[in-house]
């Protein structure tokens, strides 16, 4: 029979298949039917109508298939993972970032290397058209899996050679058999004889383009270019093995194709492959008194950073730029001890606290007056008769820092002609003193409570910003109504329509792949997507304060600036206990400065008004899940709070953290039992 023309369409008639077949016109592939090309003869160009049917499947159907079902997947795992996680395991891990990752990822390279018949042209058109289509999708999802810079490079290789491949192979049967062994024969036969004939050949499970993908995927934030070799050797050698039947007839193409092959898979491959003492320069406030367990206020004029032993670096702040809150202070006696970071460079690249700084660091012993910690004090200012429970401090050089006066439980006889800055840090910190737990952050004690609330919470937080989600979701839709255009623009290139149809199919082609390529853009140049840290925000808010705790977990080495909202106390970091060494490699004042090593978690903390924060809107988060408020109130109950959920709308109280979108995972009120 000759086949169904509602099917197969005209034998003459002008499909997406074709037009890119056509696209580069006066090429065309010697192992194709002669005059395949629209310029080519009309008896040549019919061919047999089942001939012209697999034509139009090979050449047109596929590739639109291919990213049709890039778009769908991509759009979906967006959503989903803009979502808070299922609470079912199995679902949990079906939905699971690396998941969705490894299933994205195999089918965009079986989109690529997929046999497809027409000219180079055309082949080179549809791999292009995968690529850009995959390309925002993959960004997206890989960024919620915490993949590293190793895998989008090792994943780029593998594109790359699967495009190139496809690219330079023509639909034959012995490609499509090289091609299945290749993907599917060499997994099998490693399980076989791994689990049967107890063989160690998992080697061929990570040579296989589909489970290597797996395996990448799986272990996202580990891997390494070199990864990508087994399954770039293994999509080389189908190539090698389809060669012989290819290049009969081919006159010497597709042996300088094969050398293109190997030189470009081996250069990818290729590609895998004690502080001096100084001296002066230190003044301290309130003639030296300091406090065990309460912030040591300095002034260090000209010094960069400036932190007690052991503690962490503190950023300078203040009304001239000068002075530094010291936490963490361990006090020997009458001595403290200090490091002051004055950007001297170091030509030997000075190690600090694990944070390489190429800058001179000074050790310092500052002389200080301890002060009781377990009794109530409070600072007179001006004249008259001390309390029992207060200390004179002379009104002359007092700091501009609200937290600079956490050294007392209060002040008392402020003098009114103070300057501005000196004023307005006594107005913020004298009508309330020091406040009630835990809306003192510099306060807060060494202890692994917090850091299990904002875990509970963290692995509960969408994984994509829902700004992102919904971008994508759109850029689905979009990419399968030009994708249903495409497949339905046919009419006879004899005809008066013929050029414009050709015209159309070029234009929604150059939409499909521009677009996909913006988004790309979009989500690169903004803060679309995760970045190499995961950054939640958790709010705990009382009367008239609310405490801010943000959650970072590296995926790979980092370094941050992390900026508070306005109004804002200086950032502070909680640590786990009193041994915690990880705040060295954290620099913290009016913002803070975060180094962290892959694998590594730091939890920074603000303090903020509420005030006119009810009318703020912001990133809204999904209602808190029990596993975020179990720990929190177990953590108040100590202090004989009770805990009640809000509505998570905290867009007021989140940080800047440039690169790095920051989930509103949860907000919460604490109040007296």
């Known amino acids: 029979m000759s086949g169904d023309p509602a099917r197969s369409g005209p034998p003459d008639a002008v499909t997406p298949g074709s037009v890119v077949g056509a696209i580069g016109t006066g090429e065309s592939e010697s192992d194709e039917s002669a005059g395949r090309s629209l310029s080519g003869s009309a008896d040549a160009a019919a061919g047999s109508p089942s001939e012209n049917r697999r034509d139009d499947w090979w050449g047109g159907a596929l590739p639109w298939i291919g990213a049709g079902g890039l778009a769908l997947l991509g759009g979906a795992a967006a959503l989903s993972l803009s ?57 997206a999802i890989a960024a919620a899996a ?22 330079l192979v023509a639909a ?61 050797a293994t999509l080389s050698a189908v190539a090698l093995l389809s060669f012989p039947a290819y290049a009969r007839g081919s006159g010497g193409g597709a042996t300088k194709r094969a050398v293109t092959l190997v030189v470009t898979a081996a250069v990818l491959g290729v590609a895998a492959v004690g502080p001096a003492q100084a001296a002066d320069g230190v003044e301290t406030y309130f003639d ?71 800058n001179v660091v000074h050790t310092i012993d500052v002389a200080v007056h301890p002060i009781p910690t377990d009794a109530r004090m409070v600072a007179r200012l001006g004249p008259g008769r001390l309390e029992a429970d207060e200390i004179a401090v002379r009104p002359e050089e007092l700091p501009t820092l609200r937290e600079a006066w956490l050294v007392f439980d ?36 060494a202890s692994p409570d917090a850091f299990r609330v904002t875990a509970a919470g963290a692995a509960q937080a969408p994984r994509l910003p829902r700004r992102t989600a ?48 913006l988004a790309l853009a979009w989500c690169l140049a903004s803060e679309a997507l995760p970045g190499p840290v995961r950054a939640t925000a958790f709010v705990i808010e009382g009367a008239a304060d609310a405490l801010v705790l943000i959650r970072l977990e590296a995926a790979s080495d980092a370094t941050l600036v992390i900026e508070p909202p306005d109004g804002a106390s200086p950032i502070v970091p909680v640590r786990w206990s009193t041994s915690d060494t990880g705040t060295a490699a954290v620099a913290v004042g009016a913002r803070a400065e975060v180094r962290l090593a892959a694998g590594r978690t730091a939890l920074l903390a603000y303090r903020l008004s509420v005030d006119g924060a009810a009318g703020a809107g912001g990133e809204r988060a999904d209602a808190a899940p029990p596993a975020w408020l179990e720990p929190l109130e177990a ?15 905290i867009g007021w109280a989140l940080p800047r953290i440039d690169g790095v979108p920051v989930f509103a995972a949860g907000r919460a009120s604490v109040h007296v039992r």
């Open 83 to 139: 979502s808070a996680p299922p609470q079912a395991s199995g679902a949990r891990r079906l939905l699971a970032p690396t998941t969705l990752l490894a299933i994205f990822d195999a089918w965009w390279v079986l989109a690529l290397v997929w046999p497809r018949r027409g000219s180079a042209s055309a082949r080179a058109l549809a791999a292009v058209l995968l690529l850009a289509v995959g390309a925002p999708f993959h960004a």
């Open 146 to 167: 915490a993949a590293s810079g190793g895998h989008a490079s090792a994943l780029l290789v593998m594109l790359l050679v699967a495009g190139f491949v496809g690219w």
């Open 172 to 232: 034959r049967p012995v490609y499509a058999v090289a091609l299945g062994l290749g993907l599917f024969g060499l997994p099998l036969v490693g399980y076989a004889l791994t689990e049967f004939a107890r063989v160690d050949a998992l080697w061929m499970v990570r040579a296989s383009p589909v489970t290597g993908l797996v395996l990448l995927a799986h272990r996202a934030p580990g891997t390494v270019l070199a990864d990508a070799l087994p399954a770039v």
């Open 288 to 358: 030296g008194l300091v406090r065990a367990g309460r912030p040591v206020p300095l002034r260090v004029p000209g010094a960069r950073r400036v932190r007690a032993h052991g503690g962490p670096w503190a950023l300078p702040m203040g009304a001239a730029g000068d002075e530094f809150l010291l936490l963490g202070a361990t006090i020997a006696g009458d001595t403290l001890r200090i490091e002051v970071d004055r950007g001297d460079a170091d030509r030997g690249g000075a190690e600090t606290g694990g944070v390489h700084t190429g």
């Open 410 to 445: 209060g002040v008392v006889a402020i003098p009114p002609a103070l300057p501005a800055a000196q004023r307005a840090a006594l107005a913020a910190y004298a009508p309330r003193g020091v406040l009630a737990f835990p809306f003192e952050p510099t306060l807060l004690p």
């Open 470 to 517: 919904r971008a994508l979701a759109v850029l689905a839709v979009l990419e399968l109504l030009l994708l249903l255009l495409l497949a339905r623009r046919r009419a006879p290139p004899s005809s008066p329509a013929g050029g414009a149809v050709r015209s159309g199919i070029r234009r929604d082609v150059a939409f499909a792949i521009g677009a996909p390529l």
């Open 635 to 649: 953590w108040m109950r100590r202090s004989g709070l009770a805990v009640e959920e809000l509505p998570a709308v």
